[in-house]
C-alpha cells in the first residue's frame, strides 16, 4: 500500500464532509438530539479548518 499523507486540513474537511451526510440521515429520522450533536461537530471541525488556515497563514504558507 502507498504512502499517501494528507495535511491536517484535508482530513478535517473529510471529517466535515462525513458529518454533513451524516446531519442529512440524522435529519431524516427526525433525532433531534442527534442532529443537534452533528451540528456542533461540523461547526467544530468548520472551526478547525479556519484556525489551521489561520497557523498557515501566520508561517507565511500559501492556503488554496
Given at each position: 500500500m502507498?504512502?499517501?499523507?494528507?495535511?491536517?486540513?484535508?482530513?478535517?474537511?473529510?471529517?466535515?464532509?462525513?458529518?454533513?451526510?451524516?446531519?442529512?440521515m440524522?435529519?431524516?429520522t427526525?433525532?433531534?438530539?442527534l442532529v443537534?450533536?452533528?451540528?456542533?461537530?461540523v461547526?467544530?471541525?468548520?472551526d478547525?479548518?479556519?484556525?489551521?488556515?489561520?497557523?498557515?497563514?501566520?508561517?507565511?504558507?500559501?492556503v488554496n
Amino acid at each position: 500500500m502507498g504512502d499517501v499523507r494528507f495535511n491536517k486540513i484535508d482530513i478535517l474537511q473529510y471529517i466535515e464532509d462525513m458529518l454533513c451526510d451524516m446531519r442529512v440521515m440524522a435529519k431524516s429520522t427526525d433525532s433531534q438530539v442527534l442532529v443537534y450533536l452533528l451540528e456542533m461537530a461540523v461547526l467544530e471541525s468548520r472551526d478547525q479548518i479556519k484556525a489551521q488556515e489561520q497557523h498557515l497563514q501566520s508561517m507565511g504558507r500559501m492556503v488554496n
